[in-house]
């Protein structure tokens, strides 16, 4: 369980800082990278089904939580202007 927690925080943190990176040029703090790394691996894991694609592991999760955190912020990005 505390494993499991540890892995989806550094994951998160992971994922949120690098999205953060690719898509503005900088992360949202610990936190903030924690949260959108979380709900960015939420968000990946569910188009990566819809496309039938499954990654396992470590780097398949950081790698869900990636893609899902750059279309988290893309999706941000577009709202916020609209």
Same mark, same amino acid.
């Not at 900088?26 to 979380?38: D, Q």
């Not at 188009?47 to 398949?60: K, V």
């Given at each position: 369980?505390?494993?499991?927690?540890?892995?989806?925080?550094?994951?998160?943190?992971?994922?949120?800082?690098?999205?953060?990176?690719?898509?503005?040029?900088?992360?949202? #703090?610990? $936190? +903030?990278?924690?949260?959108?790394? =979380? *709900? !960015? /691996? %939420?968000?990946?894991?569910?188009?990566? @089904?819809?496309? &039938?694609?499954?990654?396992? #592991?470590? $780097? +398949?999760?950081?790698?869900?939580? =990636? *893609? !899902? /955190? %750059?279309?988290?912020?893309?999706?941000? @990005?577009?709202? &916020?202007?609209?």
């Amino acid at each position: 369980m505390v494993g499991s927690l540890l892995a989806w925080l550094i994951i998160g943190g992971l994922a949120g800082w690098i999205a953060g990176n690719i898509m503005r040029g900088g992360g949202f #703090g610990i $936190i +903030g990278n924690i949260g959108v790394g =979380i *709900v !960015g /691996a %939420v968000l990946g894991g569910f188009l990566f @089904s819809l496309l &039938g694609l499954s990654a396992g #592991g470590f $780097i +398949g999760s950081l790698v869900t939580a =990636i *893609v !899902g /955190a %750059v279309v988290l912020l893309w999706i941000i @990005s577009k709202v &916020g202007r609209g």
